[in-house]
């Protein structure tokens, strides 16, 4: 980003823009450089957690034994591995990289604003942000370590240190969870003005890009939801340490309130971190098939749909937690029902590619990946809604490989689509498409093999969040042993692969060809900005637009495509 | 402090950005109070018992915060107005005033608490305590931030800046009354 | 949420906002107080409907007067009400779905009774 020259289309006061290192890079208020401080202290984090699942899956698959680069591996480190592990992947790394960094990086550029509407309100939450994850991670150095409670963090074993064994970690780890929340609710306020406040002349709803859509209603869904968890968690933080008994059962009061509570946000939680990941491929799928996307109403009705029905099935979670099975019928119905909204996003995607004129960059697989992949968690979740066969499944790895077969192609899936798609316009060069490739099956090919002999495991009865399963003579067959030894090098080879990311990632951003404003042909405003985009943008002008997103192969027009600010 | 970009100037939605952005707060905090007194409710209406432990609350006390916060919310809408017509500190002063009720419920609610700790009826006391001091503490945080935020603004106020930002911490004054309105009842009278 | 750009505007004195809608804010003050006083009345009767109407159903009634007169809720776009209303419902919605658990005191094999008596007991609760 060069110095900004003071211009009248800026809205600033005409005064010149002395960039320090420390103006331009730690304390930006251009939401560009925000969005990259959240993508890269999320990618940072995803390494954390990817570190904590290679060392207890090294410890299920070699029970006893240490694991190389961590050490010995006992009951009370594997809880805190696992618990973190989730509470990092999501929090931490799907939530800042997918609606955090695409949001603050696409939400002005594609709307043609020159920032967010209150870009110092941007600054603060991602600074609460980090924040958040220091206090986290200084969690795992206080005395007692770090809490391993599992990310739902259930009372009484969260409540009190007597039973979680981490009197200063149960409260580091609640703590840095709310301080993201906070981070998210002011981002979030953030994102929803700006798309309902501030569109480009001429762009009406419909014009909107629908990963736009999709990370505003996420936001919306995200802040209607969390609320009552954070007064859980308020209650929950007196419990641990103020000696409250609001979840102690012992003295009237009720630990399955905090289950509400918590699922009551952990569901509409999920929908919070698919739908952009879902727009991301809309996006993509868009631009690599060069043809609009299908029913983009019926695609926005049906995310907000979808959103709405979100909050009705949150009990899922809890049918053998000893809730009234009255109550379980009524959610077991609405959970089948909200599988209804989501496969008719993904006949969406196919109409969408059926016709179309399809060239397979890096971009294009990893968004027809994210449907093929999410299709099998989606299906597996029906297993799991059904509460008769829940009593079987729940707490096993049949849940655990449903979950990573929707969390994976949310958080890393669509991660890797849109960084892969965005590059360009964020850092001005192209990535190296045959090591994108190359990085991609060698993802993806691994994934299915780790968690396919997951589901296996699952149904053979392995349940959930136990470190060394040599315990359970049932369990501890040699051929179920041999499928954790499987999934765990699958999982070795998968994070190997990773590197070439990174390789391609460091040396692209050096060496990569020069991008130009529109190396993919696109539509949306964002590709009518300099790549990267300057200060404020578009110092020429903000740009007005004329038409929809989507207008590929439009037949008025000799190219295939038609972007949204050129008049005609 | 003016610098601001093109996009908080638009308003297609019909309305200028810092309130569109206020009424999003509200909404937001609607759901962190109505999560934490739904659970009170839950809990109250299971146990009767509650009622002989909601007795020992004062409801003189109560009524005069009440009285304090609704009449402070008279001032924070009289600022409005002065803003309205451009008379800064005309409005700096209503929110000063403002300002002095929120801080005098929060003076009198530290000499209530004071008051009921002495008595034994402490936050770990038992399950209605613990609500009570939790839900009537979260209020009290939220009355002290938006005394200091309105500090913030009467200060521009005064000297004319800023006008816009008078109705804006109202709007959020006026919320954190309503919030209260509730909690009167249901800590105080209902016994 | 109109198509036009509604140019700069800080203050929002192209809306609805003319600053002539301003009604007489001493007198809802004073209703205000006088629907308080009877709250606090109301449940001294010790009549438990009574308190009902005059402790909440007031509060509601009170509640309804600051948002209309001092919020002006009713002069915002109208999306503001919606949403305001949606996250009312969504904490129904909440309280549907976890109350028929926290409140329910006992099932069919079990019963919610505090284990130490002397904290939270109710003597109706055991003869279940």
Redesign the interface.
């Known amino acids: 980003m060069a110095q900004t020259v003071p211009s009248e289309a800026h809205g600033h006061d005409a005064h010149h823009h002395v960039e320090t290192f420390w103006s331009k890079y730690v304390f930006s208020t251009d939401h560009k450089m925000i969005a990259k401080q959240y993508m890269f202290t999320g990618l940072a984090m995803g390494a954390i957690g990817a570190f904590f699942a290679y060392v207890f899956r090294m410890q299920l698959a070699f029970p006893g034994m240490s694991v190389p680069g961590y050490g010995m591996v006992g009951p009370n480190e594997y809880n805190m591995l696992v618990t973190n592990h989730g509470t990092i992947m999501i929090f931490w790394v799907a939530m800042p990289v997918l609606i955090a960094a695409f949001g603050n990086f696409l939400i002005p550029l594609m709307l043609g604003c020159d920032d967010m509407v209150f870009p110092r309100i941007n600054r603060l939450s991602y600074q609460i942000f980090l924040l958040s994850a220091i206090v986290l991670i200084c969690g795992f150095f206080v005395e007692g370590g770090g809490f391993g409670g599992a990310w739902t963090s259930y009372p009484p074993l969260s409540a009190n240190a007597k039973y979680n064994l981490t009197p200063l970690g149960q409260s580091f780890w609640l703590v840095a969870v709310a301080l993201e929340f906070v981070a998210f609710l002011l981002g979030g306020i953030n994102f929803i003005t700006t798309t ?1 406040n501030s569109r480009a ?5 419909t014009d909107i890009p629908m990963v736009i859509w999709m990370i505003v209603i996420a936001s919306i869904l995200f802040m ?1 939801s969390v609320g ?1 968890l954070i007064a859980g968690a308020v209650m929950l933080f007196m419990d641990q340490q103020v000696g409250t008994h609001f979840y102690d ?4 009061g ?1 630990p ?2 905090w289950q ?2 918590f699922w ?1 946000f952990g569901h509409p939680e999920v929908y919070v971190v698919l739908l952009p990941a879902m727009g991301i491929t809309a996006d993509v799928m868009a631009t690599f098939a060069r043809k609009k996307l299908f029913a983009y109403r019926t695609v926005l009705y049906t995310a907000i749909g979808t959103g709405v029905l979100s ?2 099935v ?2 899922h979670h809890q049918f053998i937690a ?3 099975p ?2 379980a019928h009524v959610f077991t119905i609405t959970t089948l029902l909200i599988s209804i909204p989501i496969a008719e996003m993904c006949f969406v995607y196919i109409a969408t590619l059926w016709g179309g004129s399809i060239t397979l960059t890096t971009p294009m697989l990893w968004a027809l990946a994210f449907v093929a992949e999410f299709l099998i968690g989606g299906v597996t979740g029906i297993f799991l809604g059904a509460s008769g066969a829940d009593i079987y499944f729940h707490d096993t790895y049949f849940v655990l490989a449903h979950f990573h077969y929707t969390f994976f192609p949310i958080a890393i899936i669509g991660t890797y689509a849109g960084i892969t798609y965005w590059f360009p316009k964020m850092f001005g060069r192209m990535m190296n498409d045959t090591l994108g490739k190359i990085h991609f099956w060698g993802t993806i090919i691994p994934f299915n093999l780790i968690f396919i002999p997951l589901f296996i495991l699952g149904a053979a009865g392995q349940h959930r969040r136990i470190y060394d399963y040599s315990l359970f003579p049932e369990l501890a067959t040699p051929e179920l042993q041999a499928v954790r030894v499987f999934a765990t090098v699958s999982l070795l080879v998968m994070l190997a692969f990773q590197a070439v990311f990174i390789f391609n990632f460091v040396t692209s951003l050096r060496r990569g060809k020069k991008a130009g404003e529109n190396p993919w042909k696109a539509n949306t405003l964002e590709w009518s900005a300099a790549s990267p985009p300057p200060h404020g943008n578009w110092p020429e002008g903000l740009p007005s637009v004329y038409r929809g997103p989507y207008e590929y192969a439009h037949p008025d027009r000799e190219e295939d495509y038609w972007p949204q600010h050129l008049p005609n | 402090m003016s610098a601001r970009p093109i996009a908080t ?8 950005t ?2 569109l952005a206020v ?2 707060v ?2 937001s905090e ?2 962190i109070f ?2 934490l007194l ?2 009170y ?3 109250r ?5 509650w009622s002989n432990h909601a007795a020992n609350t004062n ?1 003189y006390i109560g ?1 005069f915060n ?2 304090v916060l ?2 402070s ?2 001032s ?3 600022a ?2 002065a803003a ?2 451009q008379d800064g500190p005309k409005a700096a002063r209503f929110l000063f005033l403002t300002m002095l009720g929120g801080a005098t419920f929060v003076v009198v609610k530290a000499f209530e608490w004071r008051m009921e700790i002495h008595h034994g009826f402490t936050i770990t006391a ?2 209605f305590w613990s609500f009570y001091y939790t839900a009537a503490g979260l209020h009290a945080l939220h009355v002290i931030a938006g005394v200091i935020i309105m500090g913030i603004v009467a200060q521009q106020a005064k000297k004319n800046l800023e ?2 930002r008078v109705e804006l911490i ?2 959020y004054w ?2 954190v ?2 919030v209260w ?2 909690l ?2 249901l800590l105080y ?3 | ?12 004195e ?2 609805e ?1 003319g ?1 002539t809608h ?1 009604g007489n ?2 007198k ?2 004073a209703i ?2 006088v629907l ?1 006083t009877i ?2 009345l109301g ?1 001294t009767l010790e009549i438990k409907i009574v ?1 009902l109407l005059t ?2 159903g007031i ?1 509601i009634v ?2 309804y007067l ?2 209309k ?3 002006h809720v009713n002069v ?2 109208r ?2 009400l919606y ?2 209303a ?3 419902v ?2 129904l ?3 549907a ?9 006992h ?1 069919d094999n079990w019963s ?1 009774l ?3 008596p002397s ?4 003597p ?1 609760d055991a003869h279940h």
């Open positions: 309902m002349p001429g762009m009406k709803m209607v009552p059962p012992t003295t009237g009720d399955i309130l509400h509570l009551f909050f009705t949150w009990a000893g809730i009234d009255r109550m | 100037t638009r308003s297609t939605a019909g309305m200028p810092g309130r009424w999003w509200i909404a609607i759901v109505g999560g739904g659970s409710i839950m809990h209406l299971n146990h009767d018992a409801v009524t009440t009285l609704l009449t919310s008279l924070a809408v009289l409005h107005k309205d017509a038992n399950t006008l816009h109202g709007v006026h919320f009354d309503v309105i509730f009167f009842p009278i209902a016994k | 949420m109109s198509d036009e750009h509604h140019g700069e505007s800080h203050q929002g192209h809306d906002h600053g301003h804010y001493v809802v003050w205000l107080v308080l709250s606090v449940p308190t402790a909440f509060a009170k509640a600051v948002a007169n001092f919020m915002q776009p999306f503001i949403l305001m949606t996250c009312l969504f904490m919605l909440f309280f779905g976890t109350a028929p658990d926290v409140m329910e005191k099932g919610k505090p284990i130490d904290i939270e007991y109710d109706h």
